[in-house]
């Protein structure tokens, strides 16, 4: 079993920066690969960010990857995500995915590629 926890949400300006961390214990070991996901209130979940094990290999959503930078803290057991010039539109609770299987690149933005979750963490971009 992975269990995860996100962190590092909360009310930002637009325009402004956040840091989201997301601890992972369990069997830490077998995790592969890793995902940030984000989901707006009547919206669908959608795909940020994953890294592979070994952080060699990332993915984005075309439309954020000059503003998010996924990172894998290996002595910290830890994914963050990195968030920069924040618009109202990145508001959504933003939540943390591991899986224990090594995906490959086109399977990275499949949400049903990943076995489990944190339980999120809200960004709200407002003025």
């Known amino acids: 079993q992975v269990h995860l926890v996100e962190s590092g949400g909360g009310l930002v300006q637009p325009g402004g920066s956040l840091r989201l961390s997301c601890k992972v214990s369990?069997?830490?070991?077998?995790?592969?690969?890793m995902g940030w996901y984000r989901q707006s209130p009547g919206k669908d979940r959608e795909f940020v960010a994953a890294?592979?094990?070994?952080?060699?290999?990332?993915s984005y959503k075309n439309s954020l990857k000059d503003r998010f930078t996924i990172s894998r803290d290996n002595a910290a057991n830890a994914l963050n995500l990195q968030m920069m010039r924040l618009t109202p539109d990145d508001t959504a609770v933003y939540y943390c995915?591991?899986?224990?299987?090594?995906?490959?690149?086109?399977?990275?933005?499949?949400?049903?590629?990943?076995?489990?979750w944190g339980q999120g963490t809200q960004v709200t971009v407002s003025a």
């Open positions: 890294i592979k094990r070994g952080s060699h290999m990332t």
């Open positions: 995915a591991a899986t224990t299987r090594g995906l490959i690149t086109s399977s990275l933005a499949d949400d049903e590629q990943y076995d489990y």
């Open positions: 369990g069997n830490i070991l077998s995790v592969d690969t």
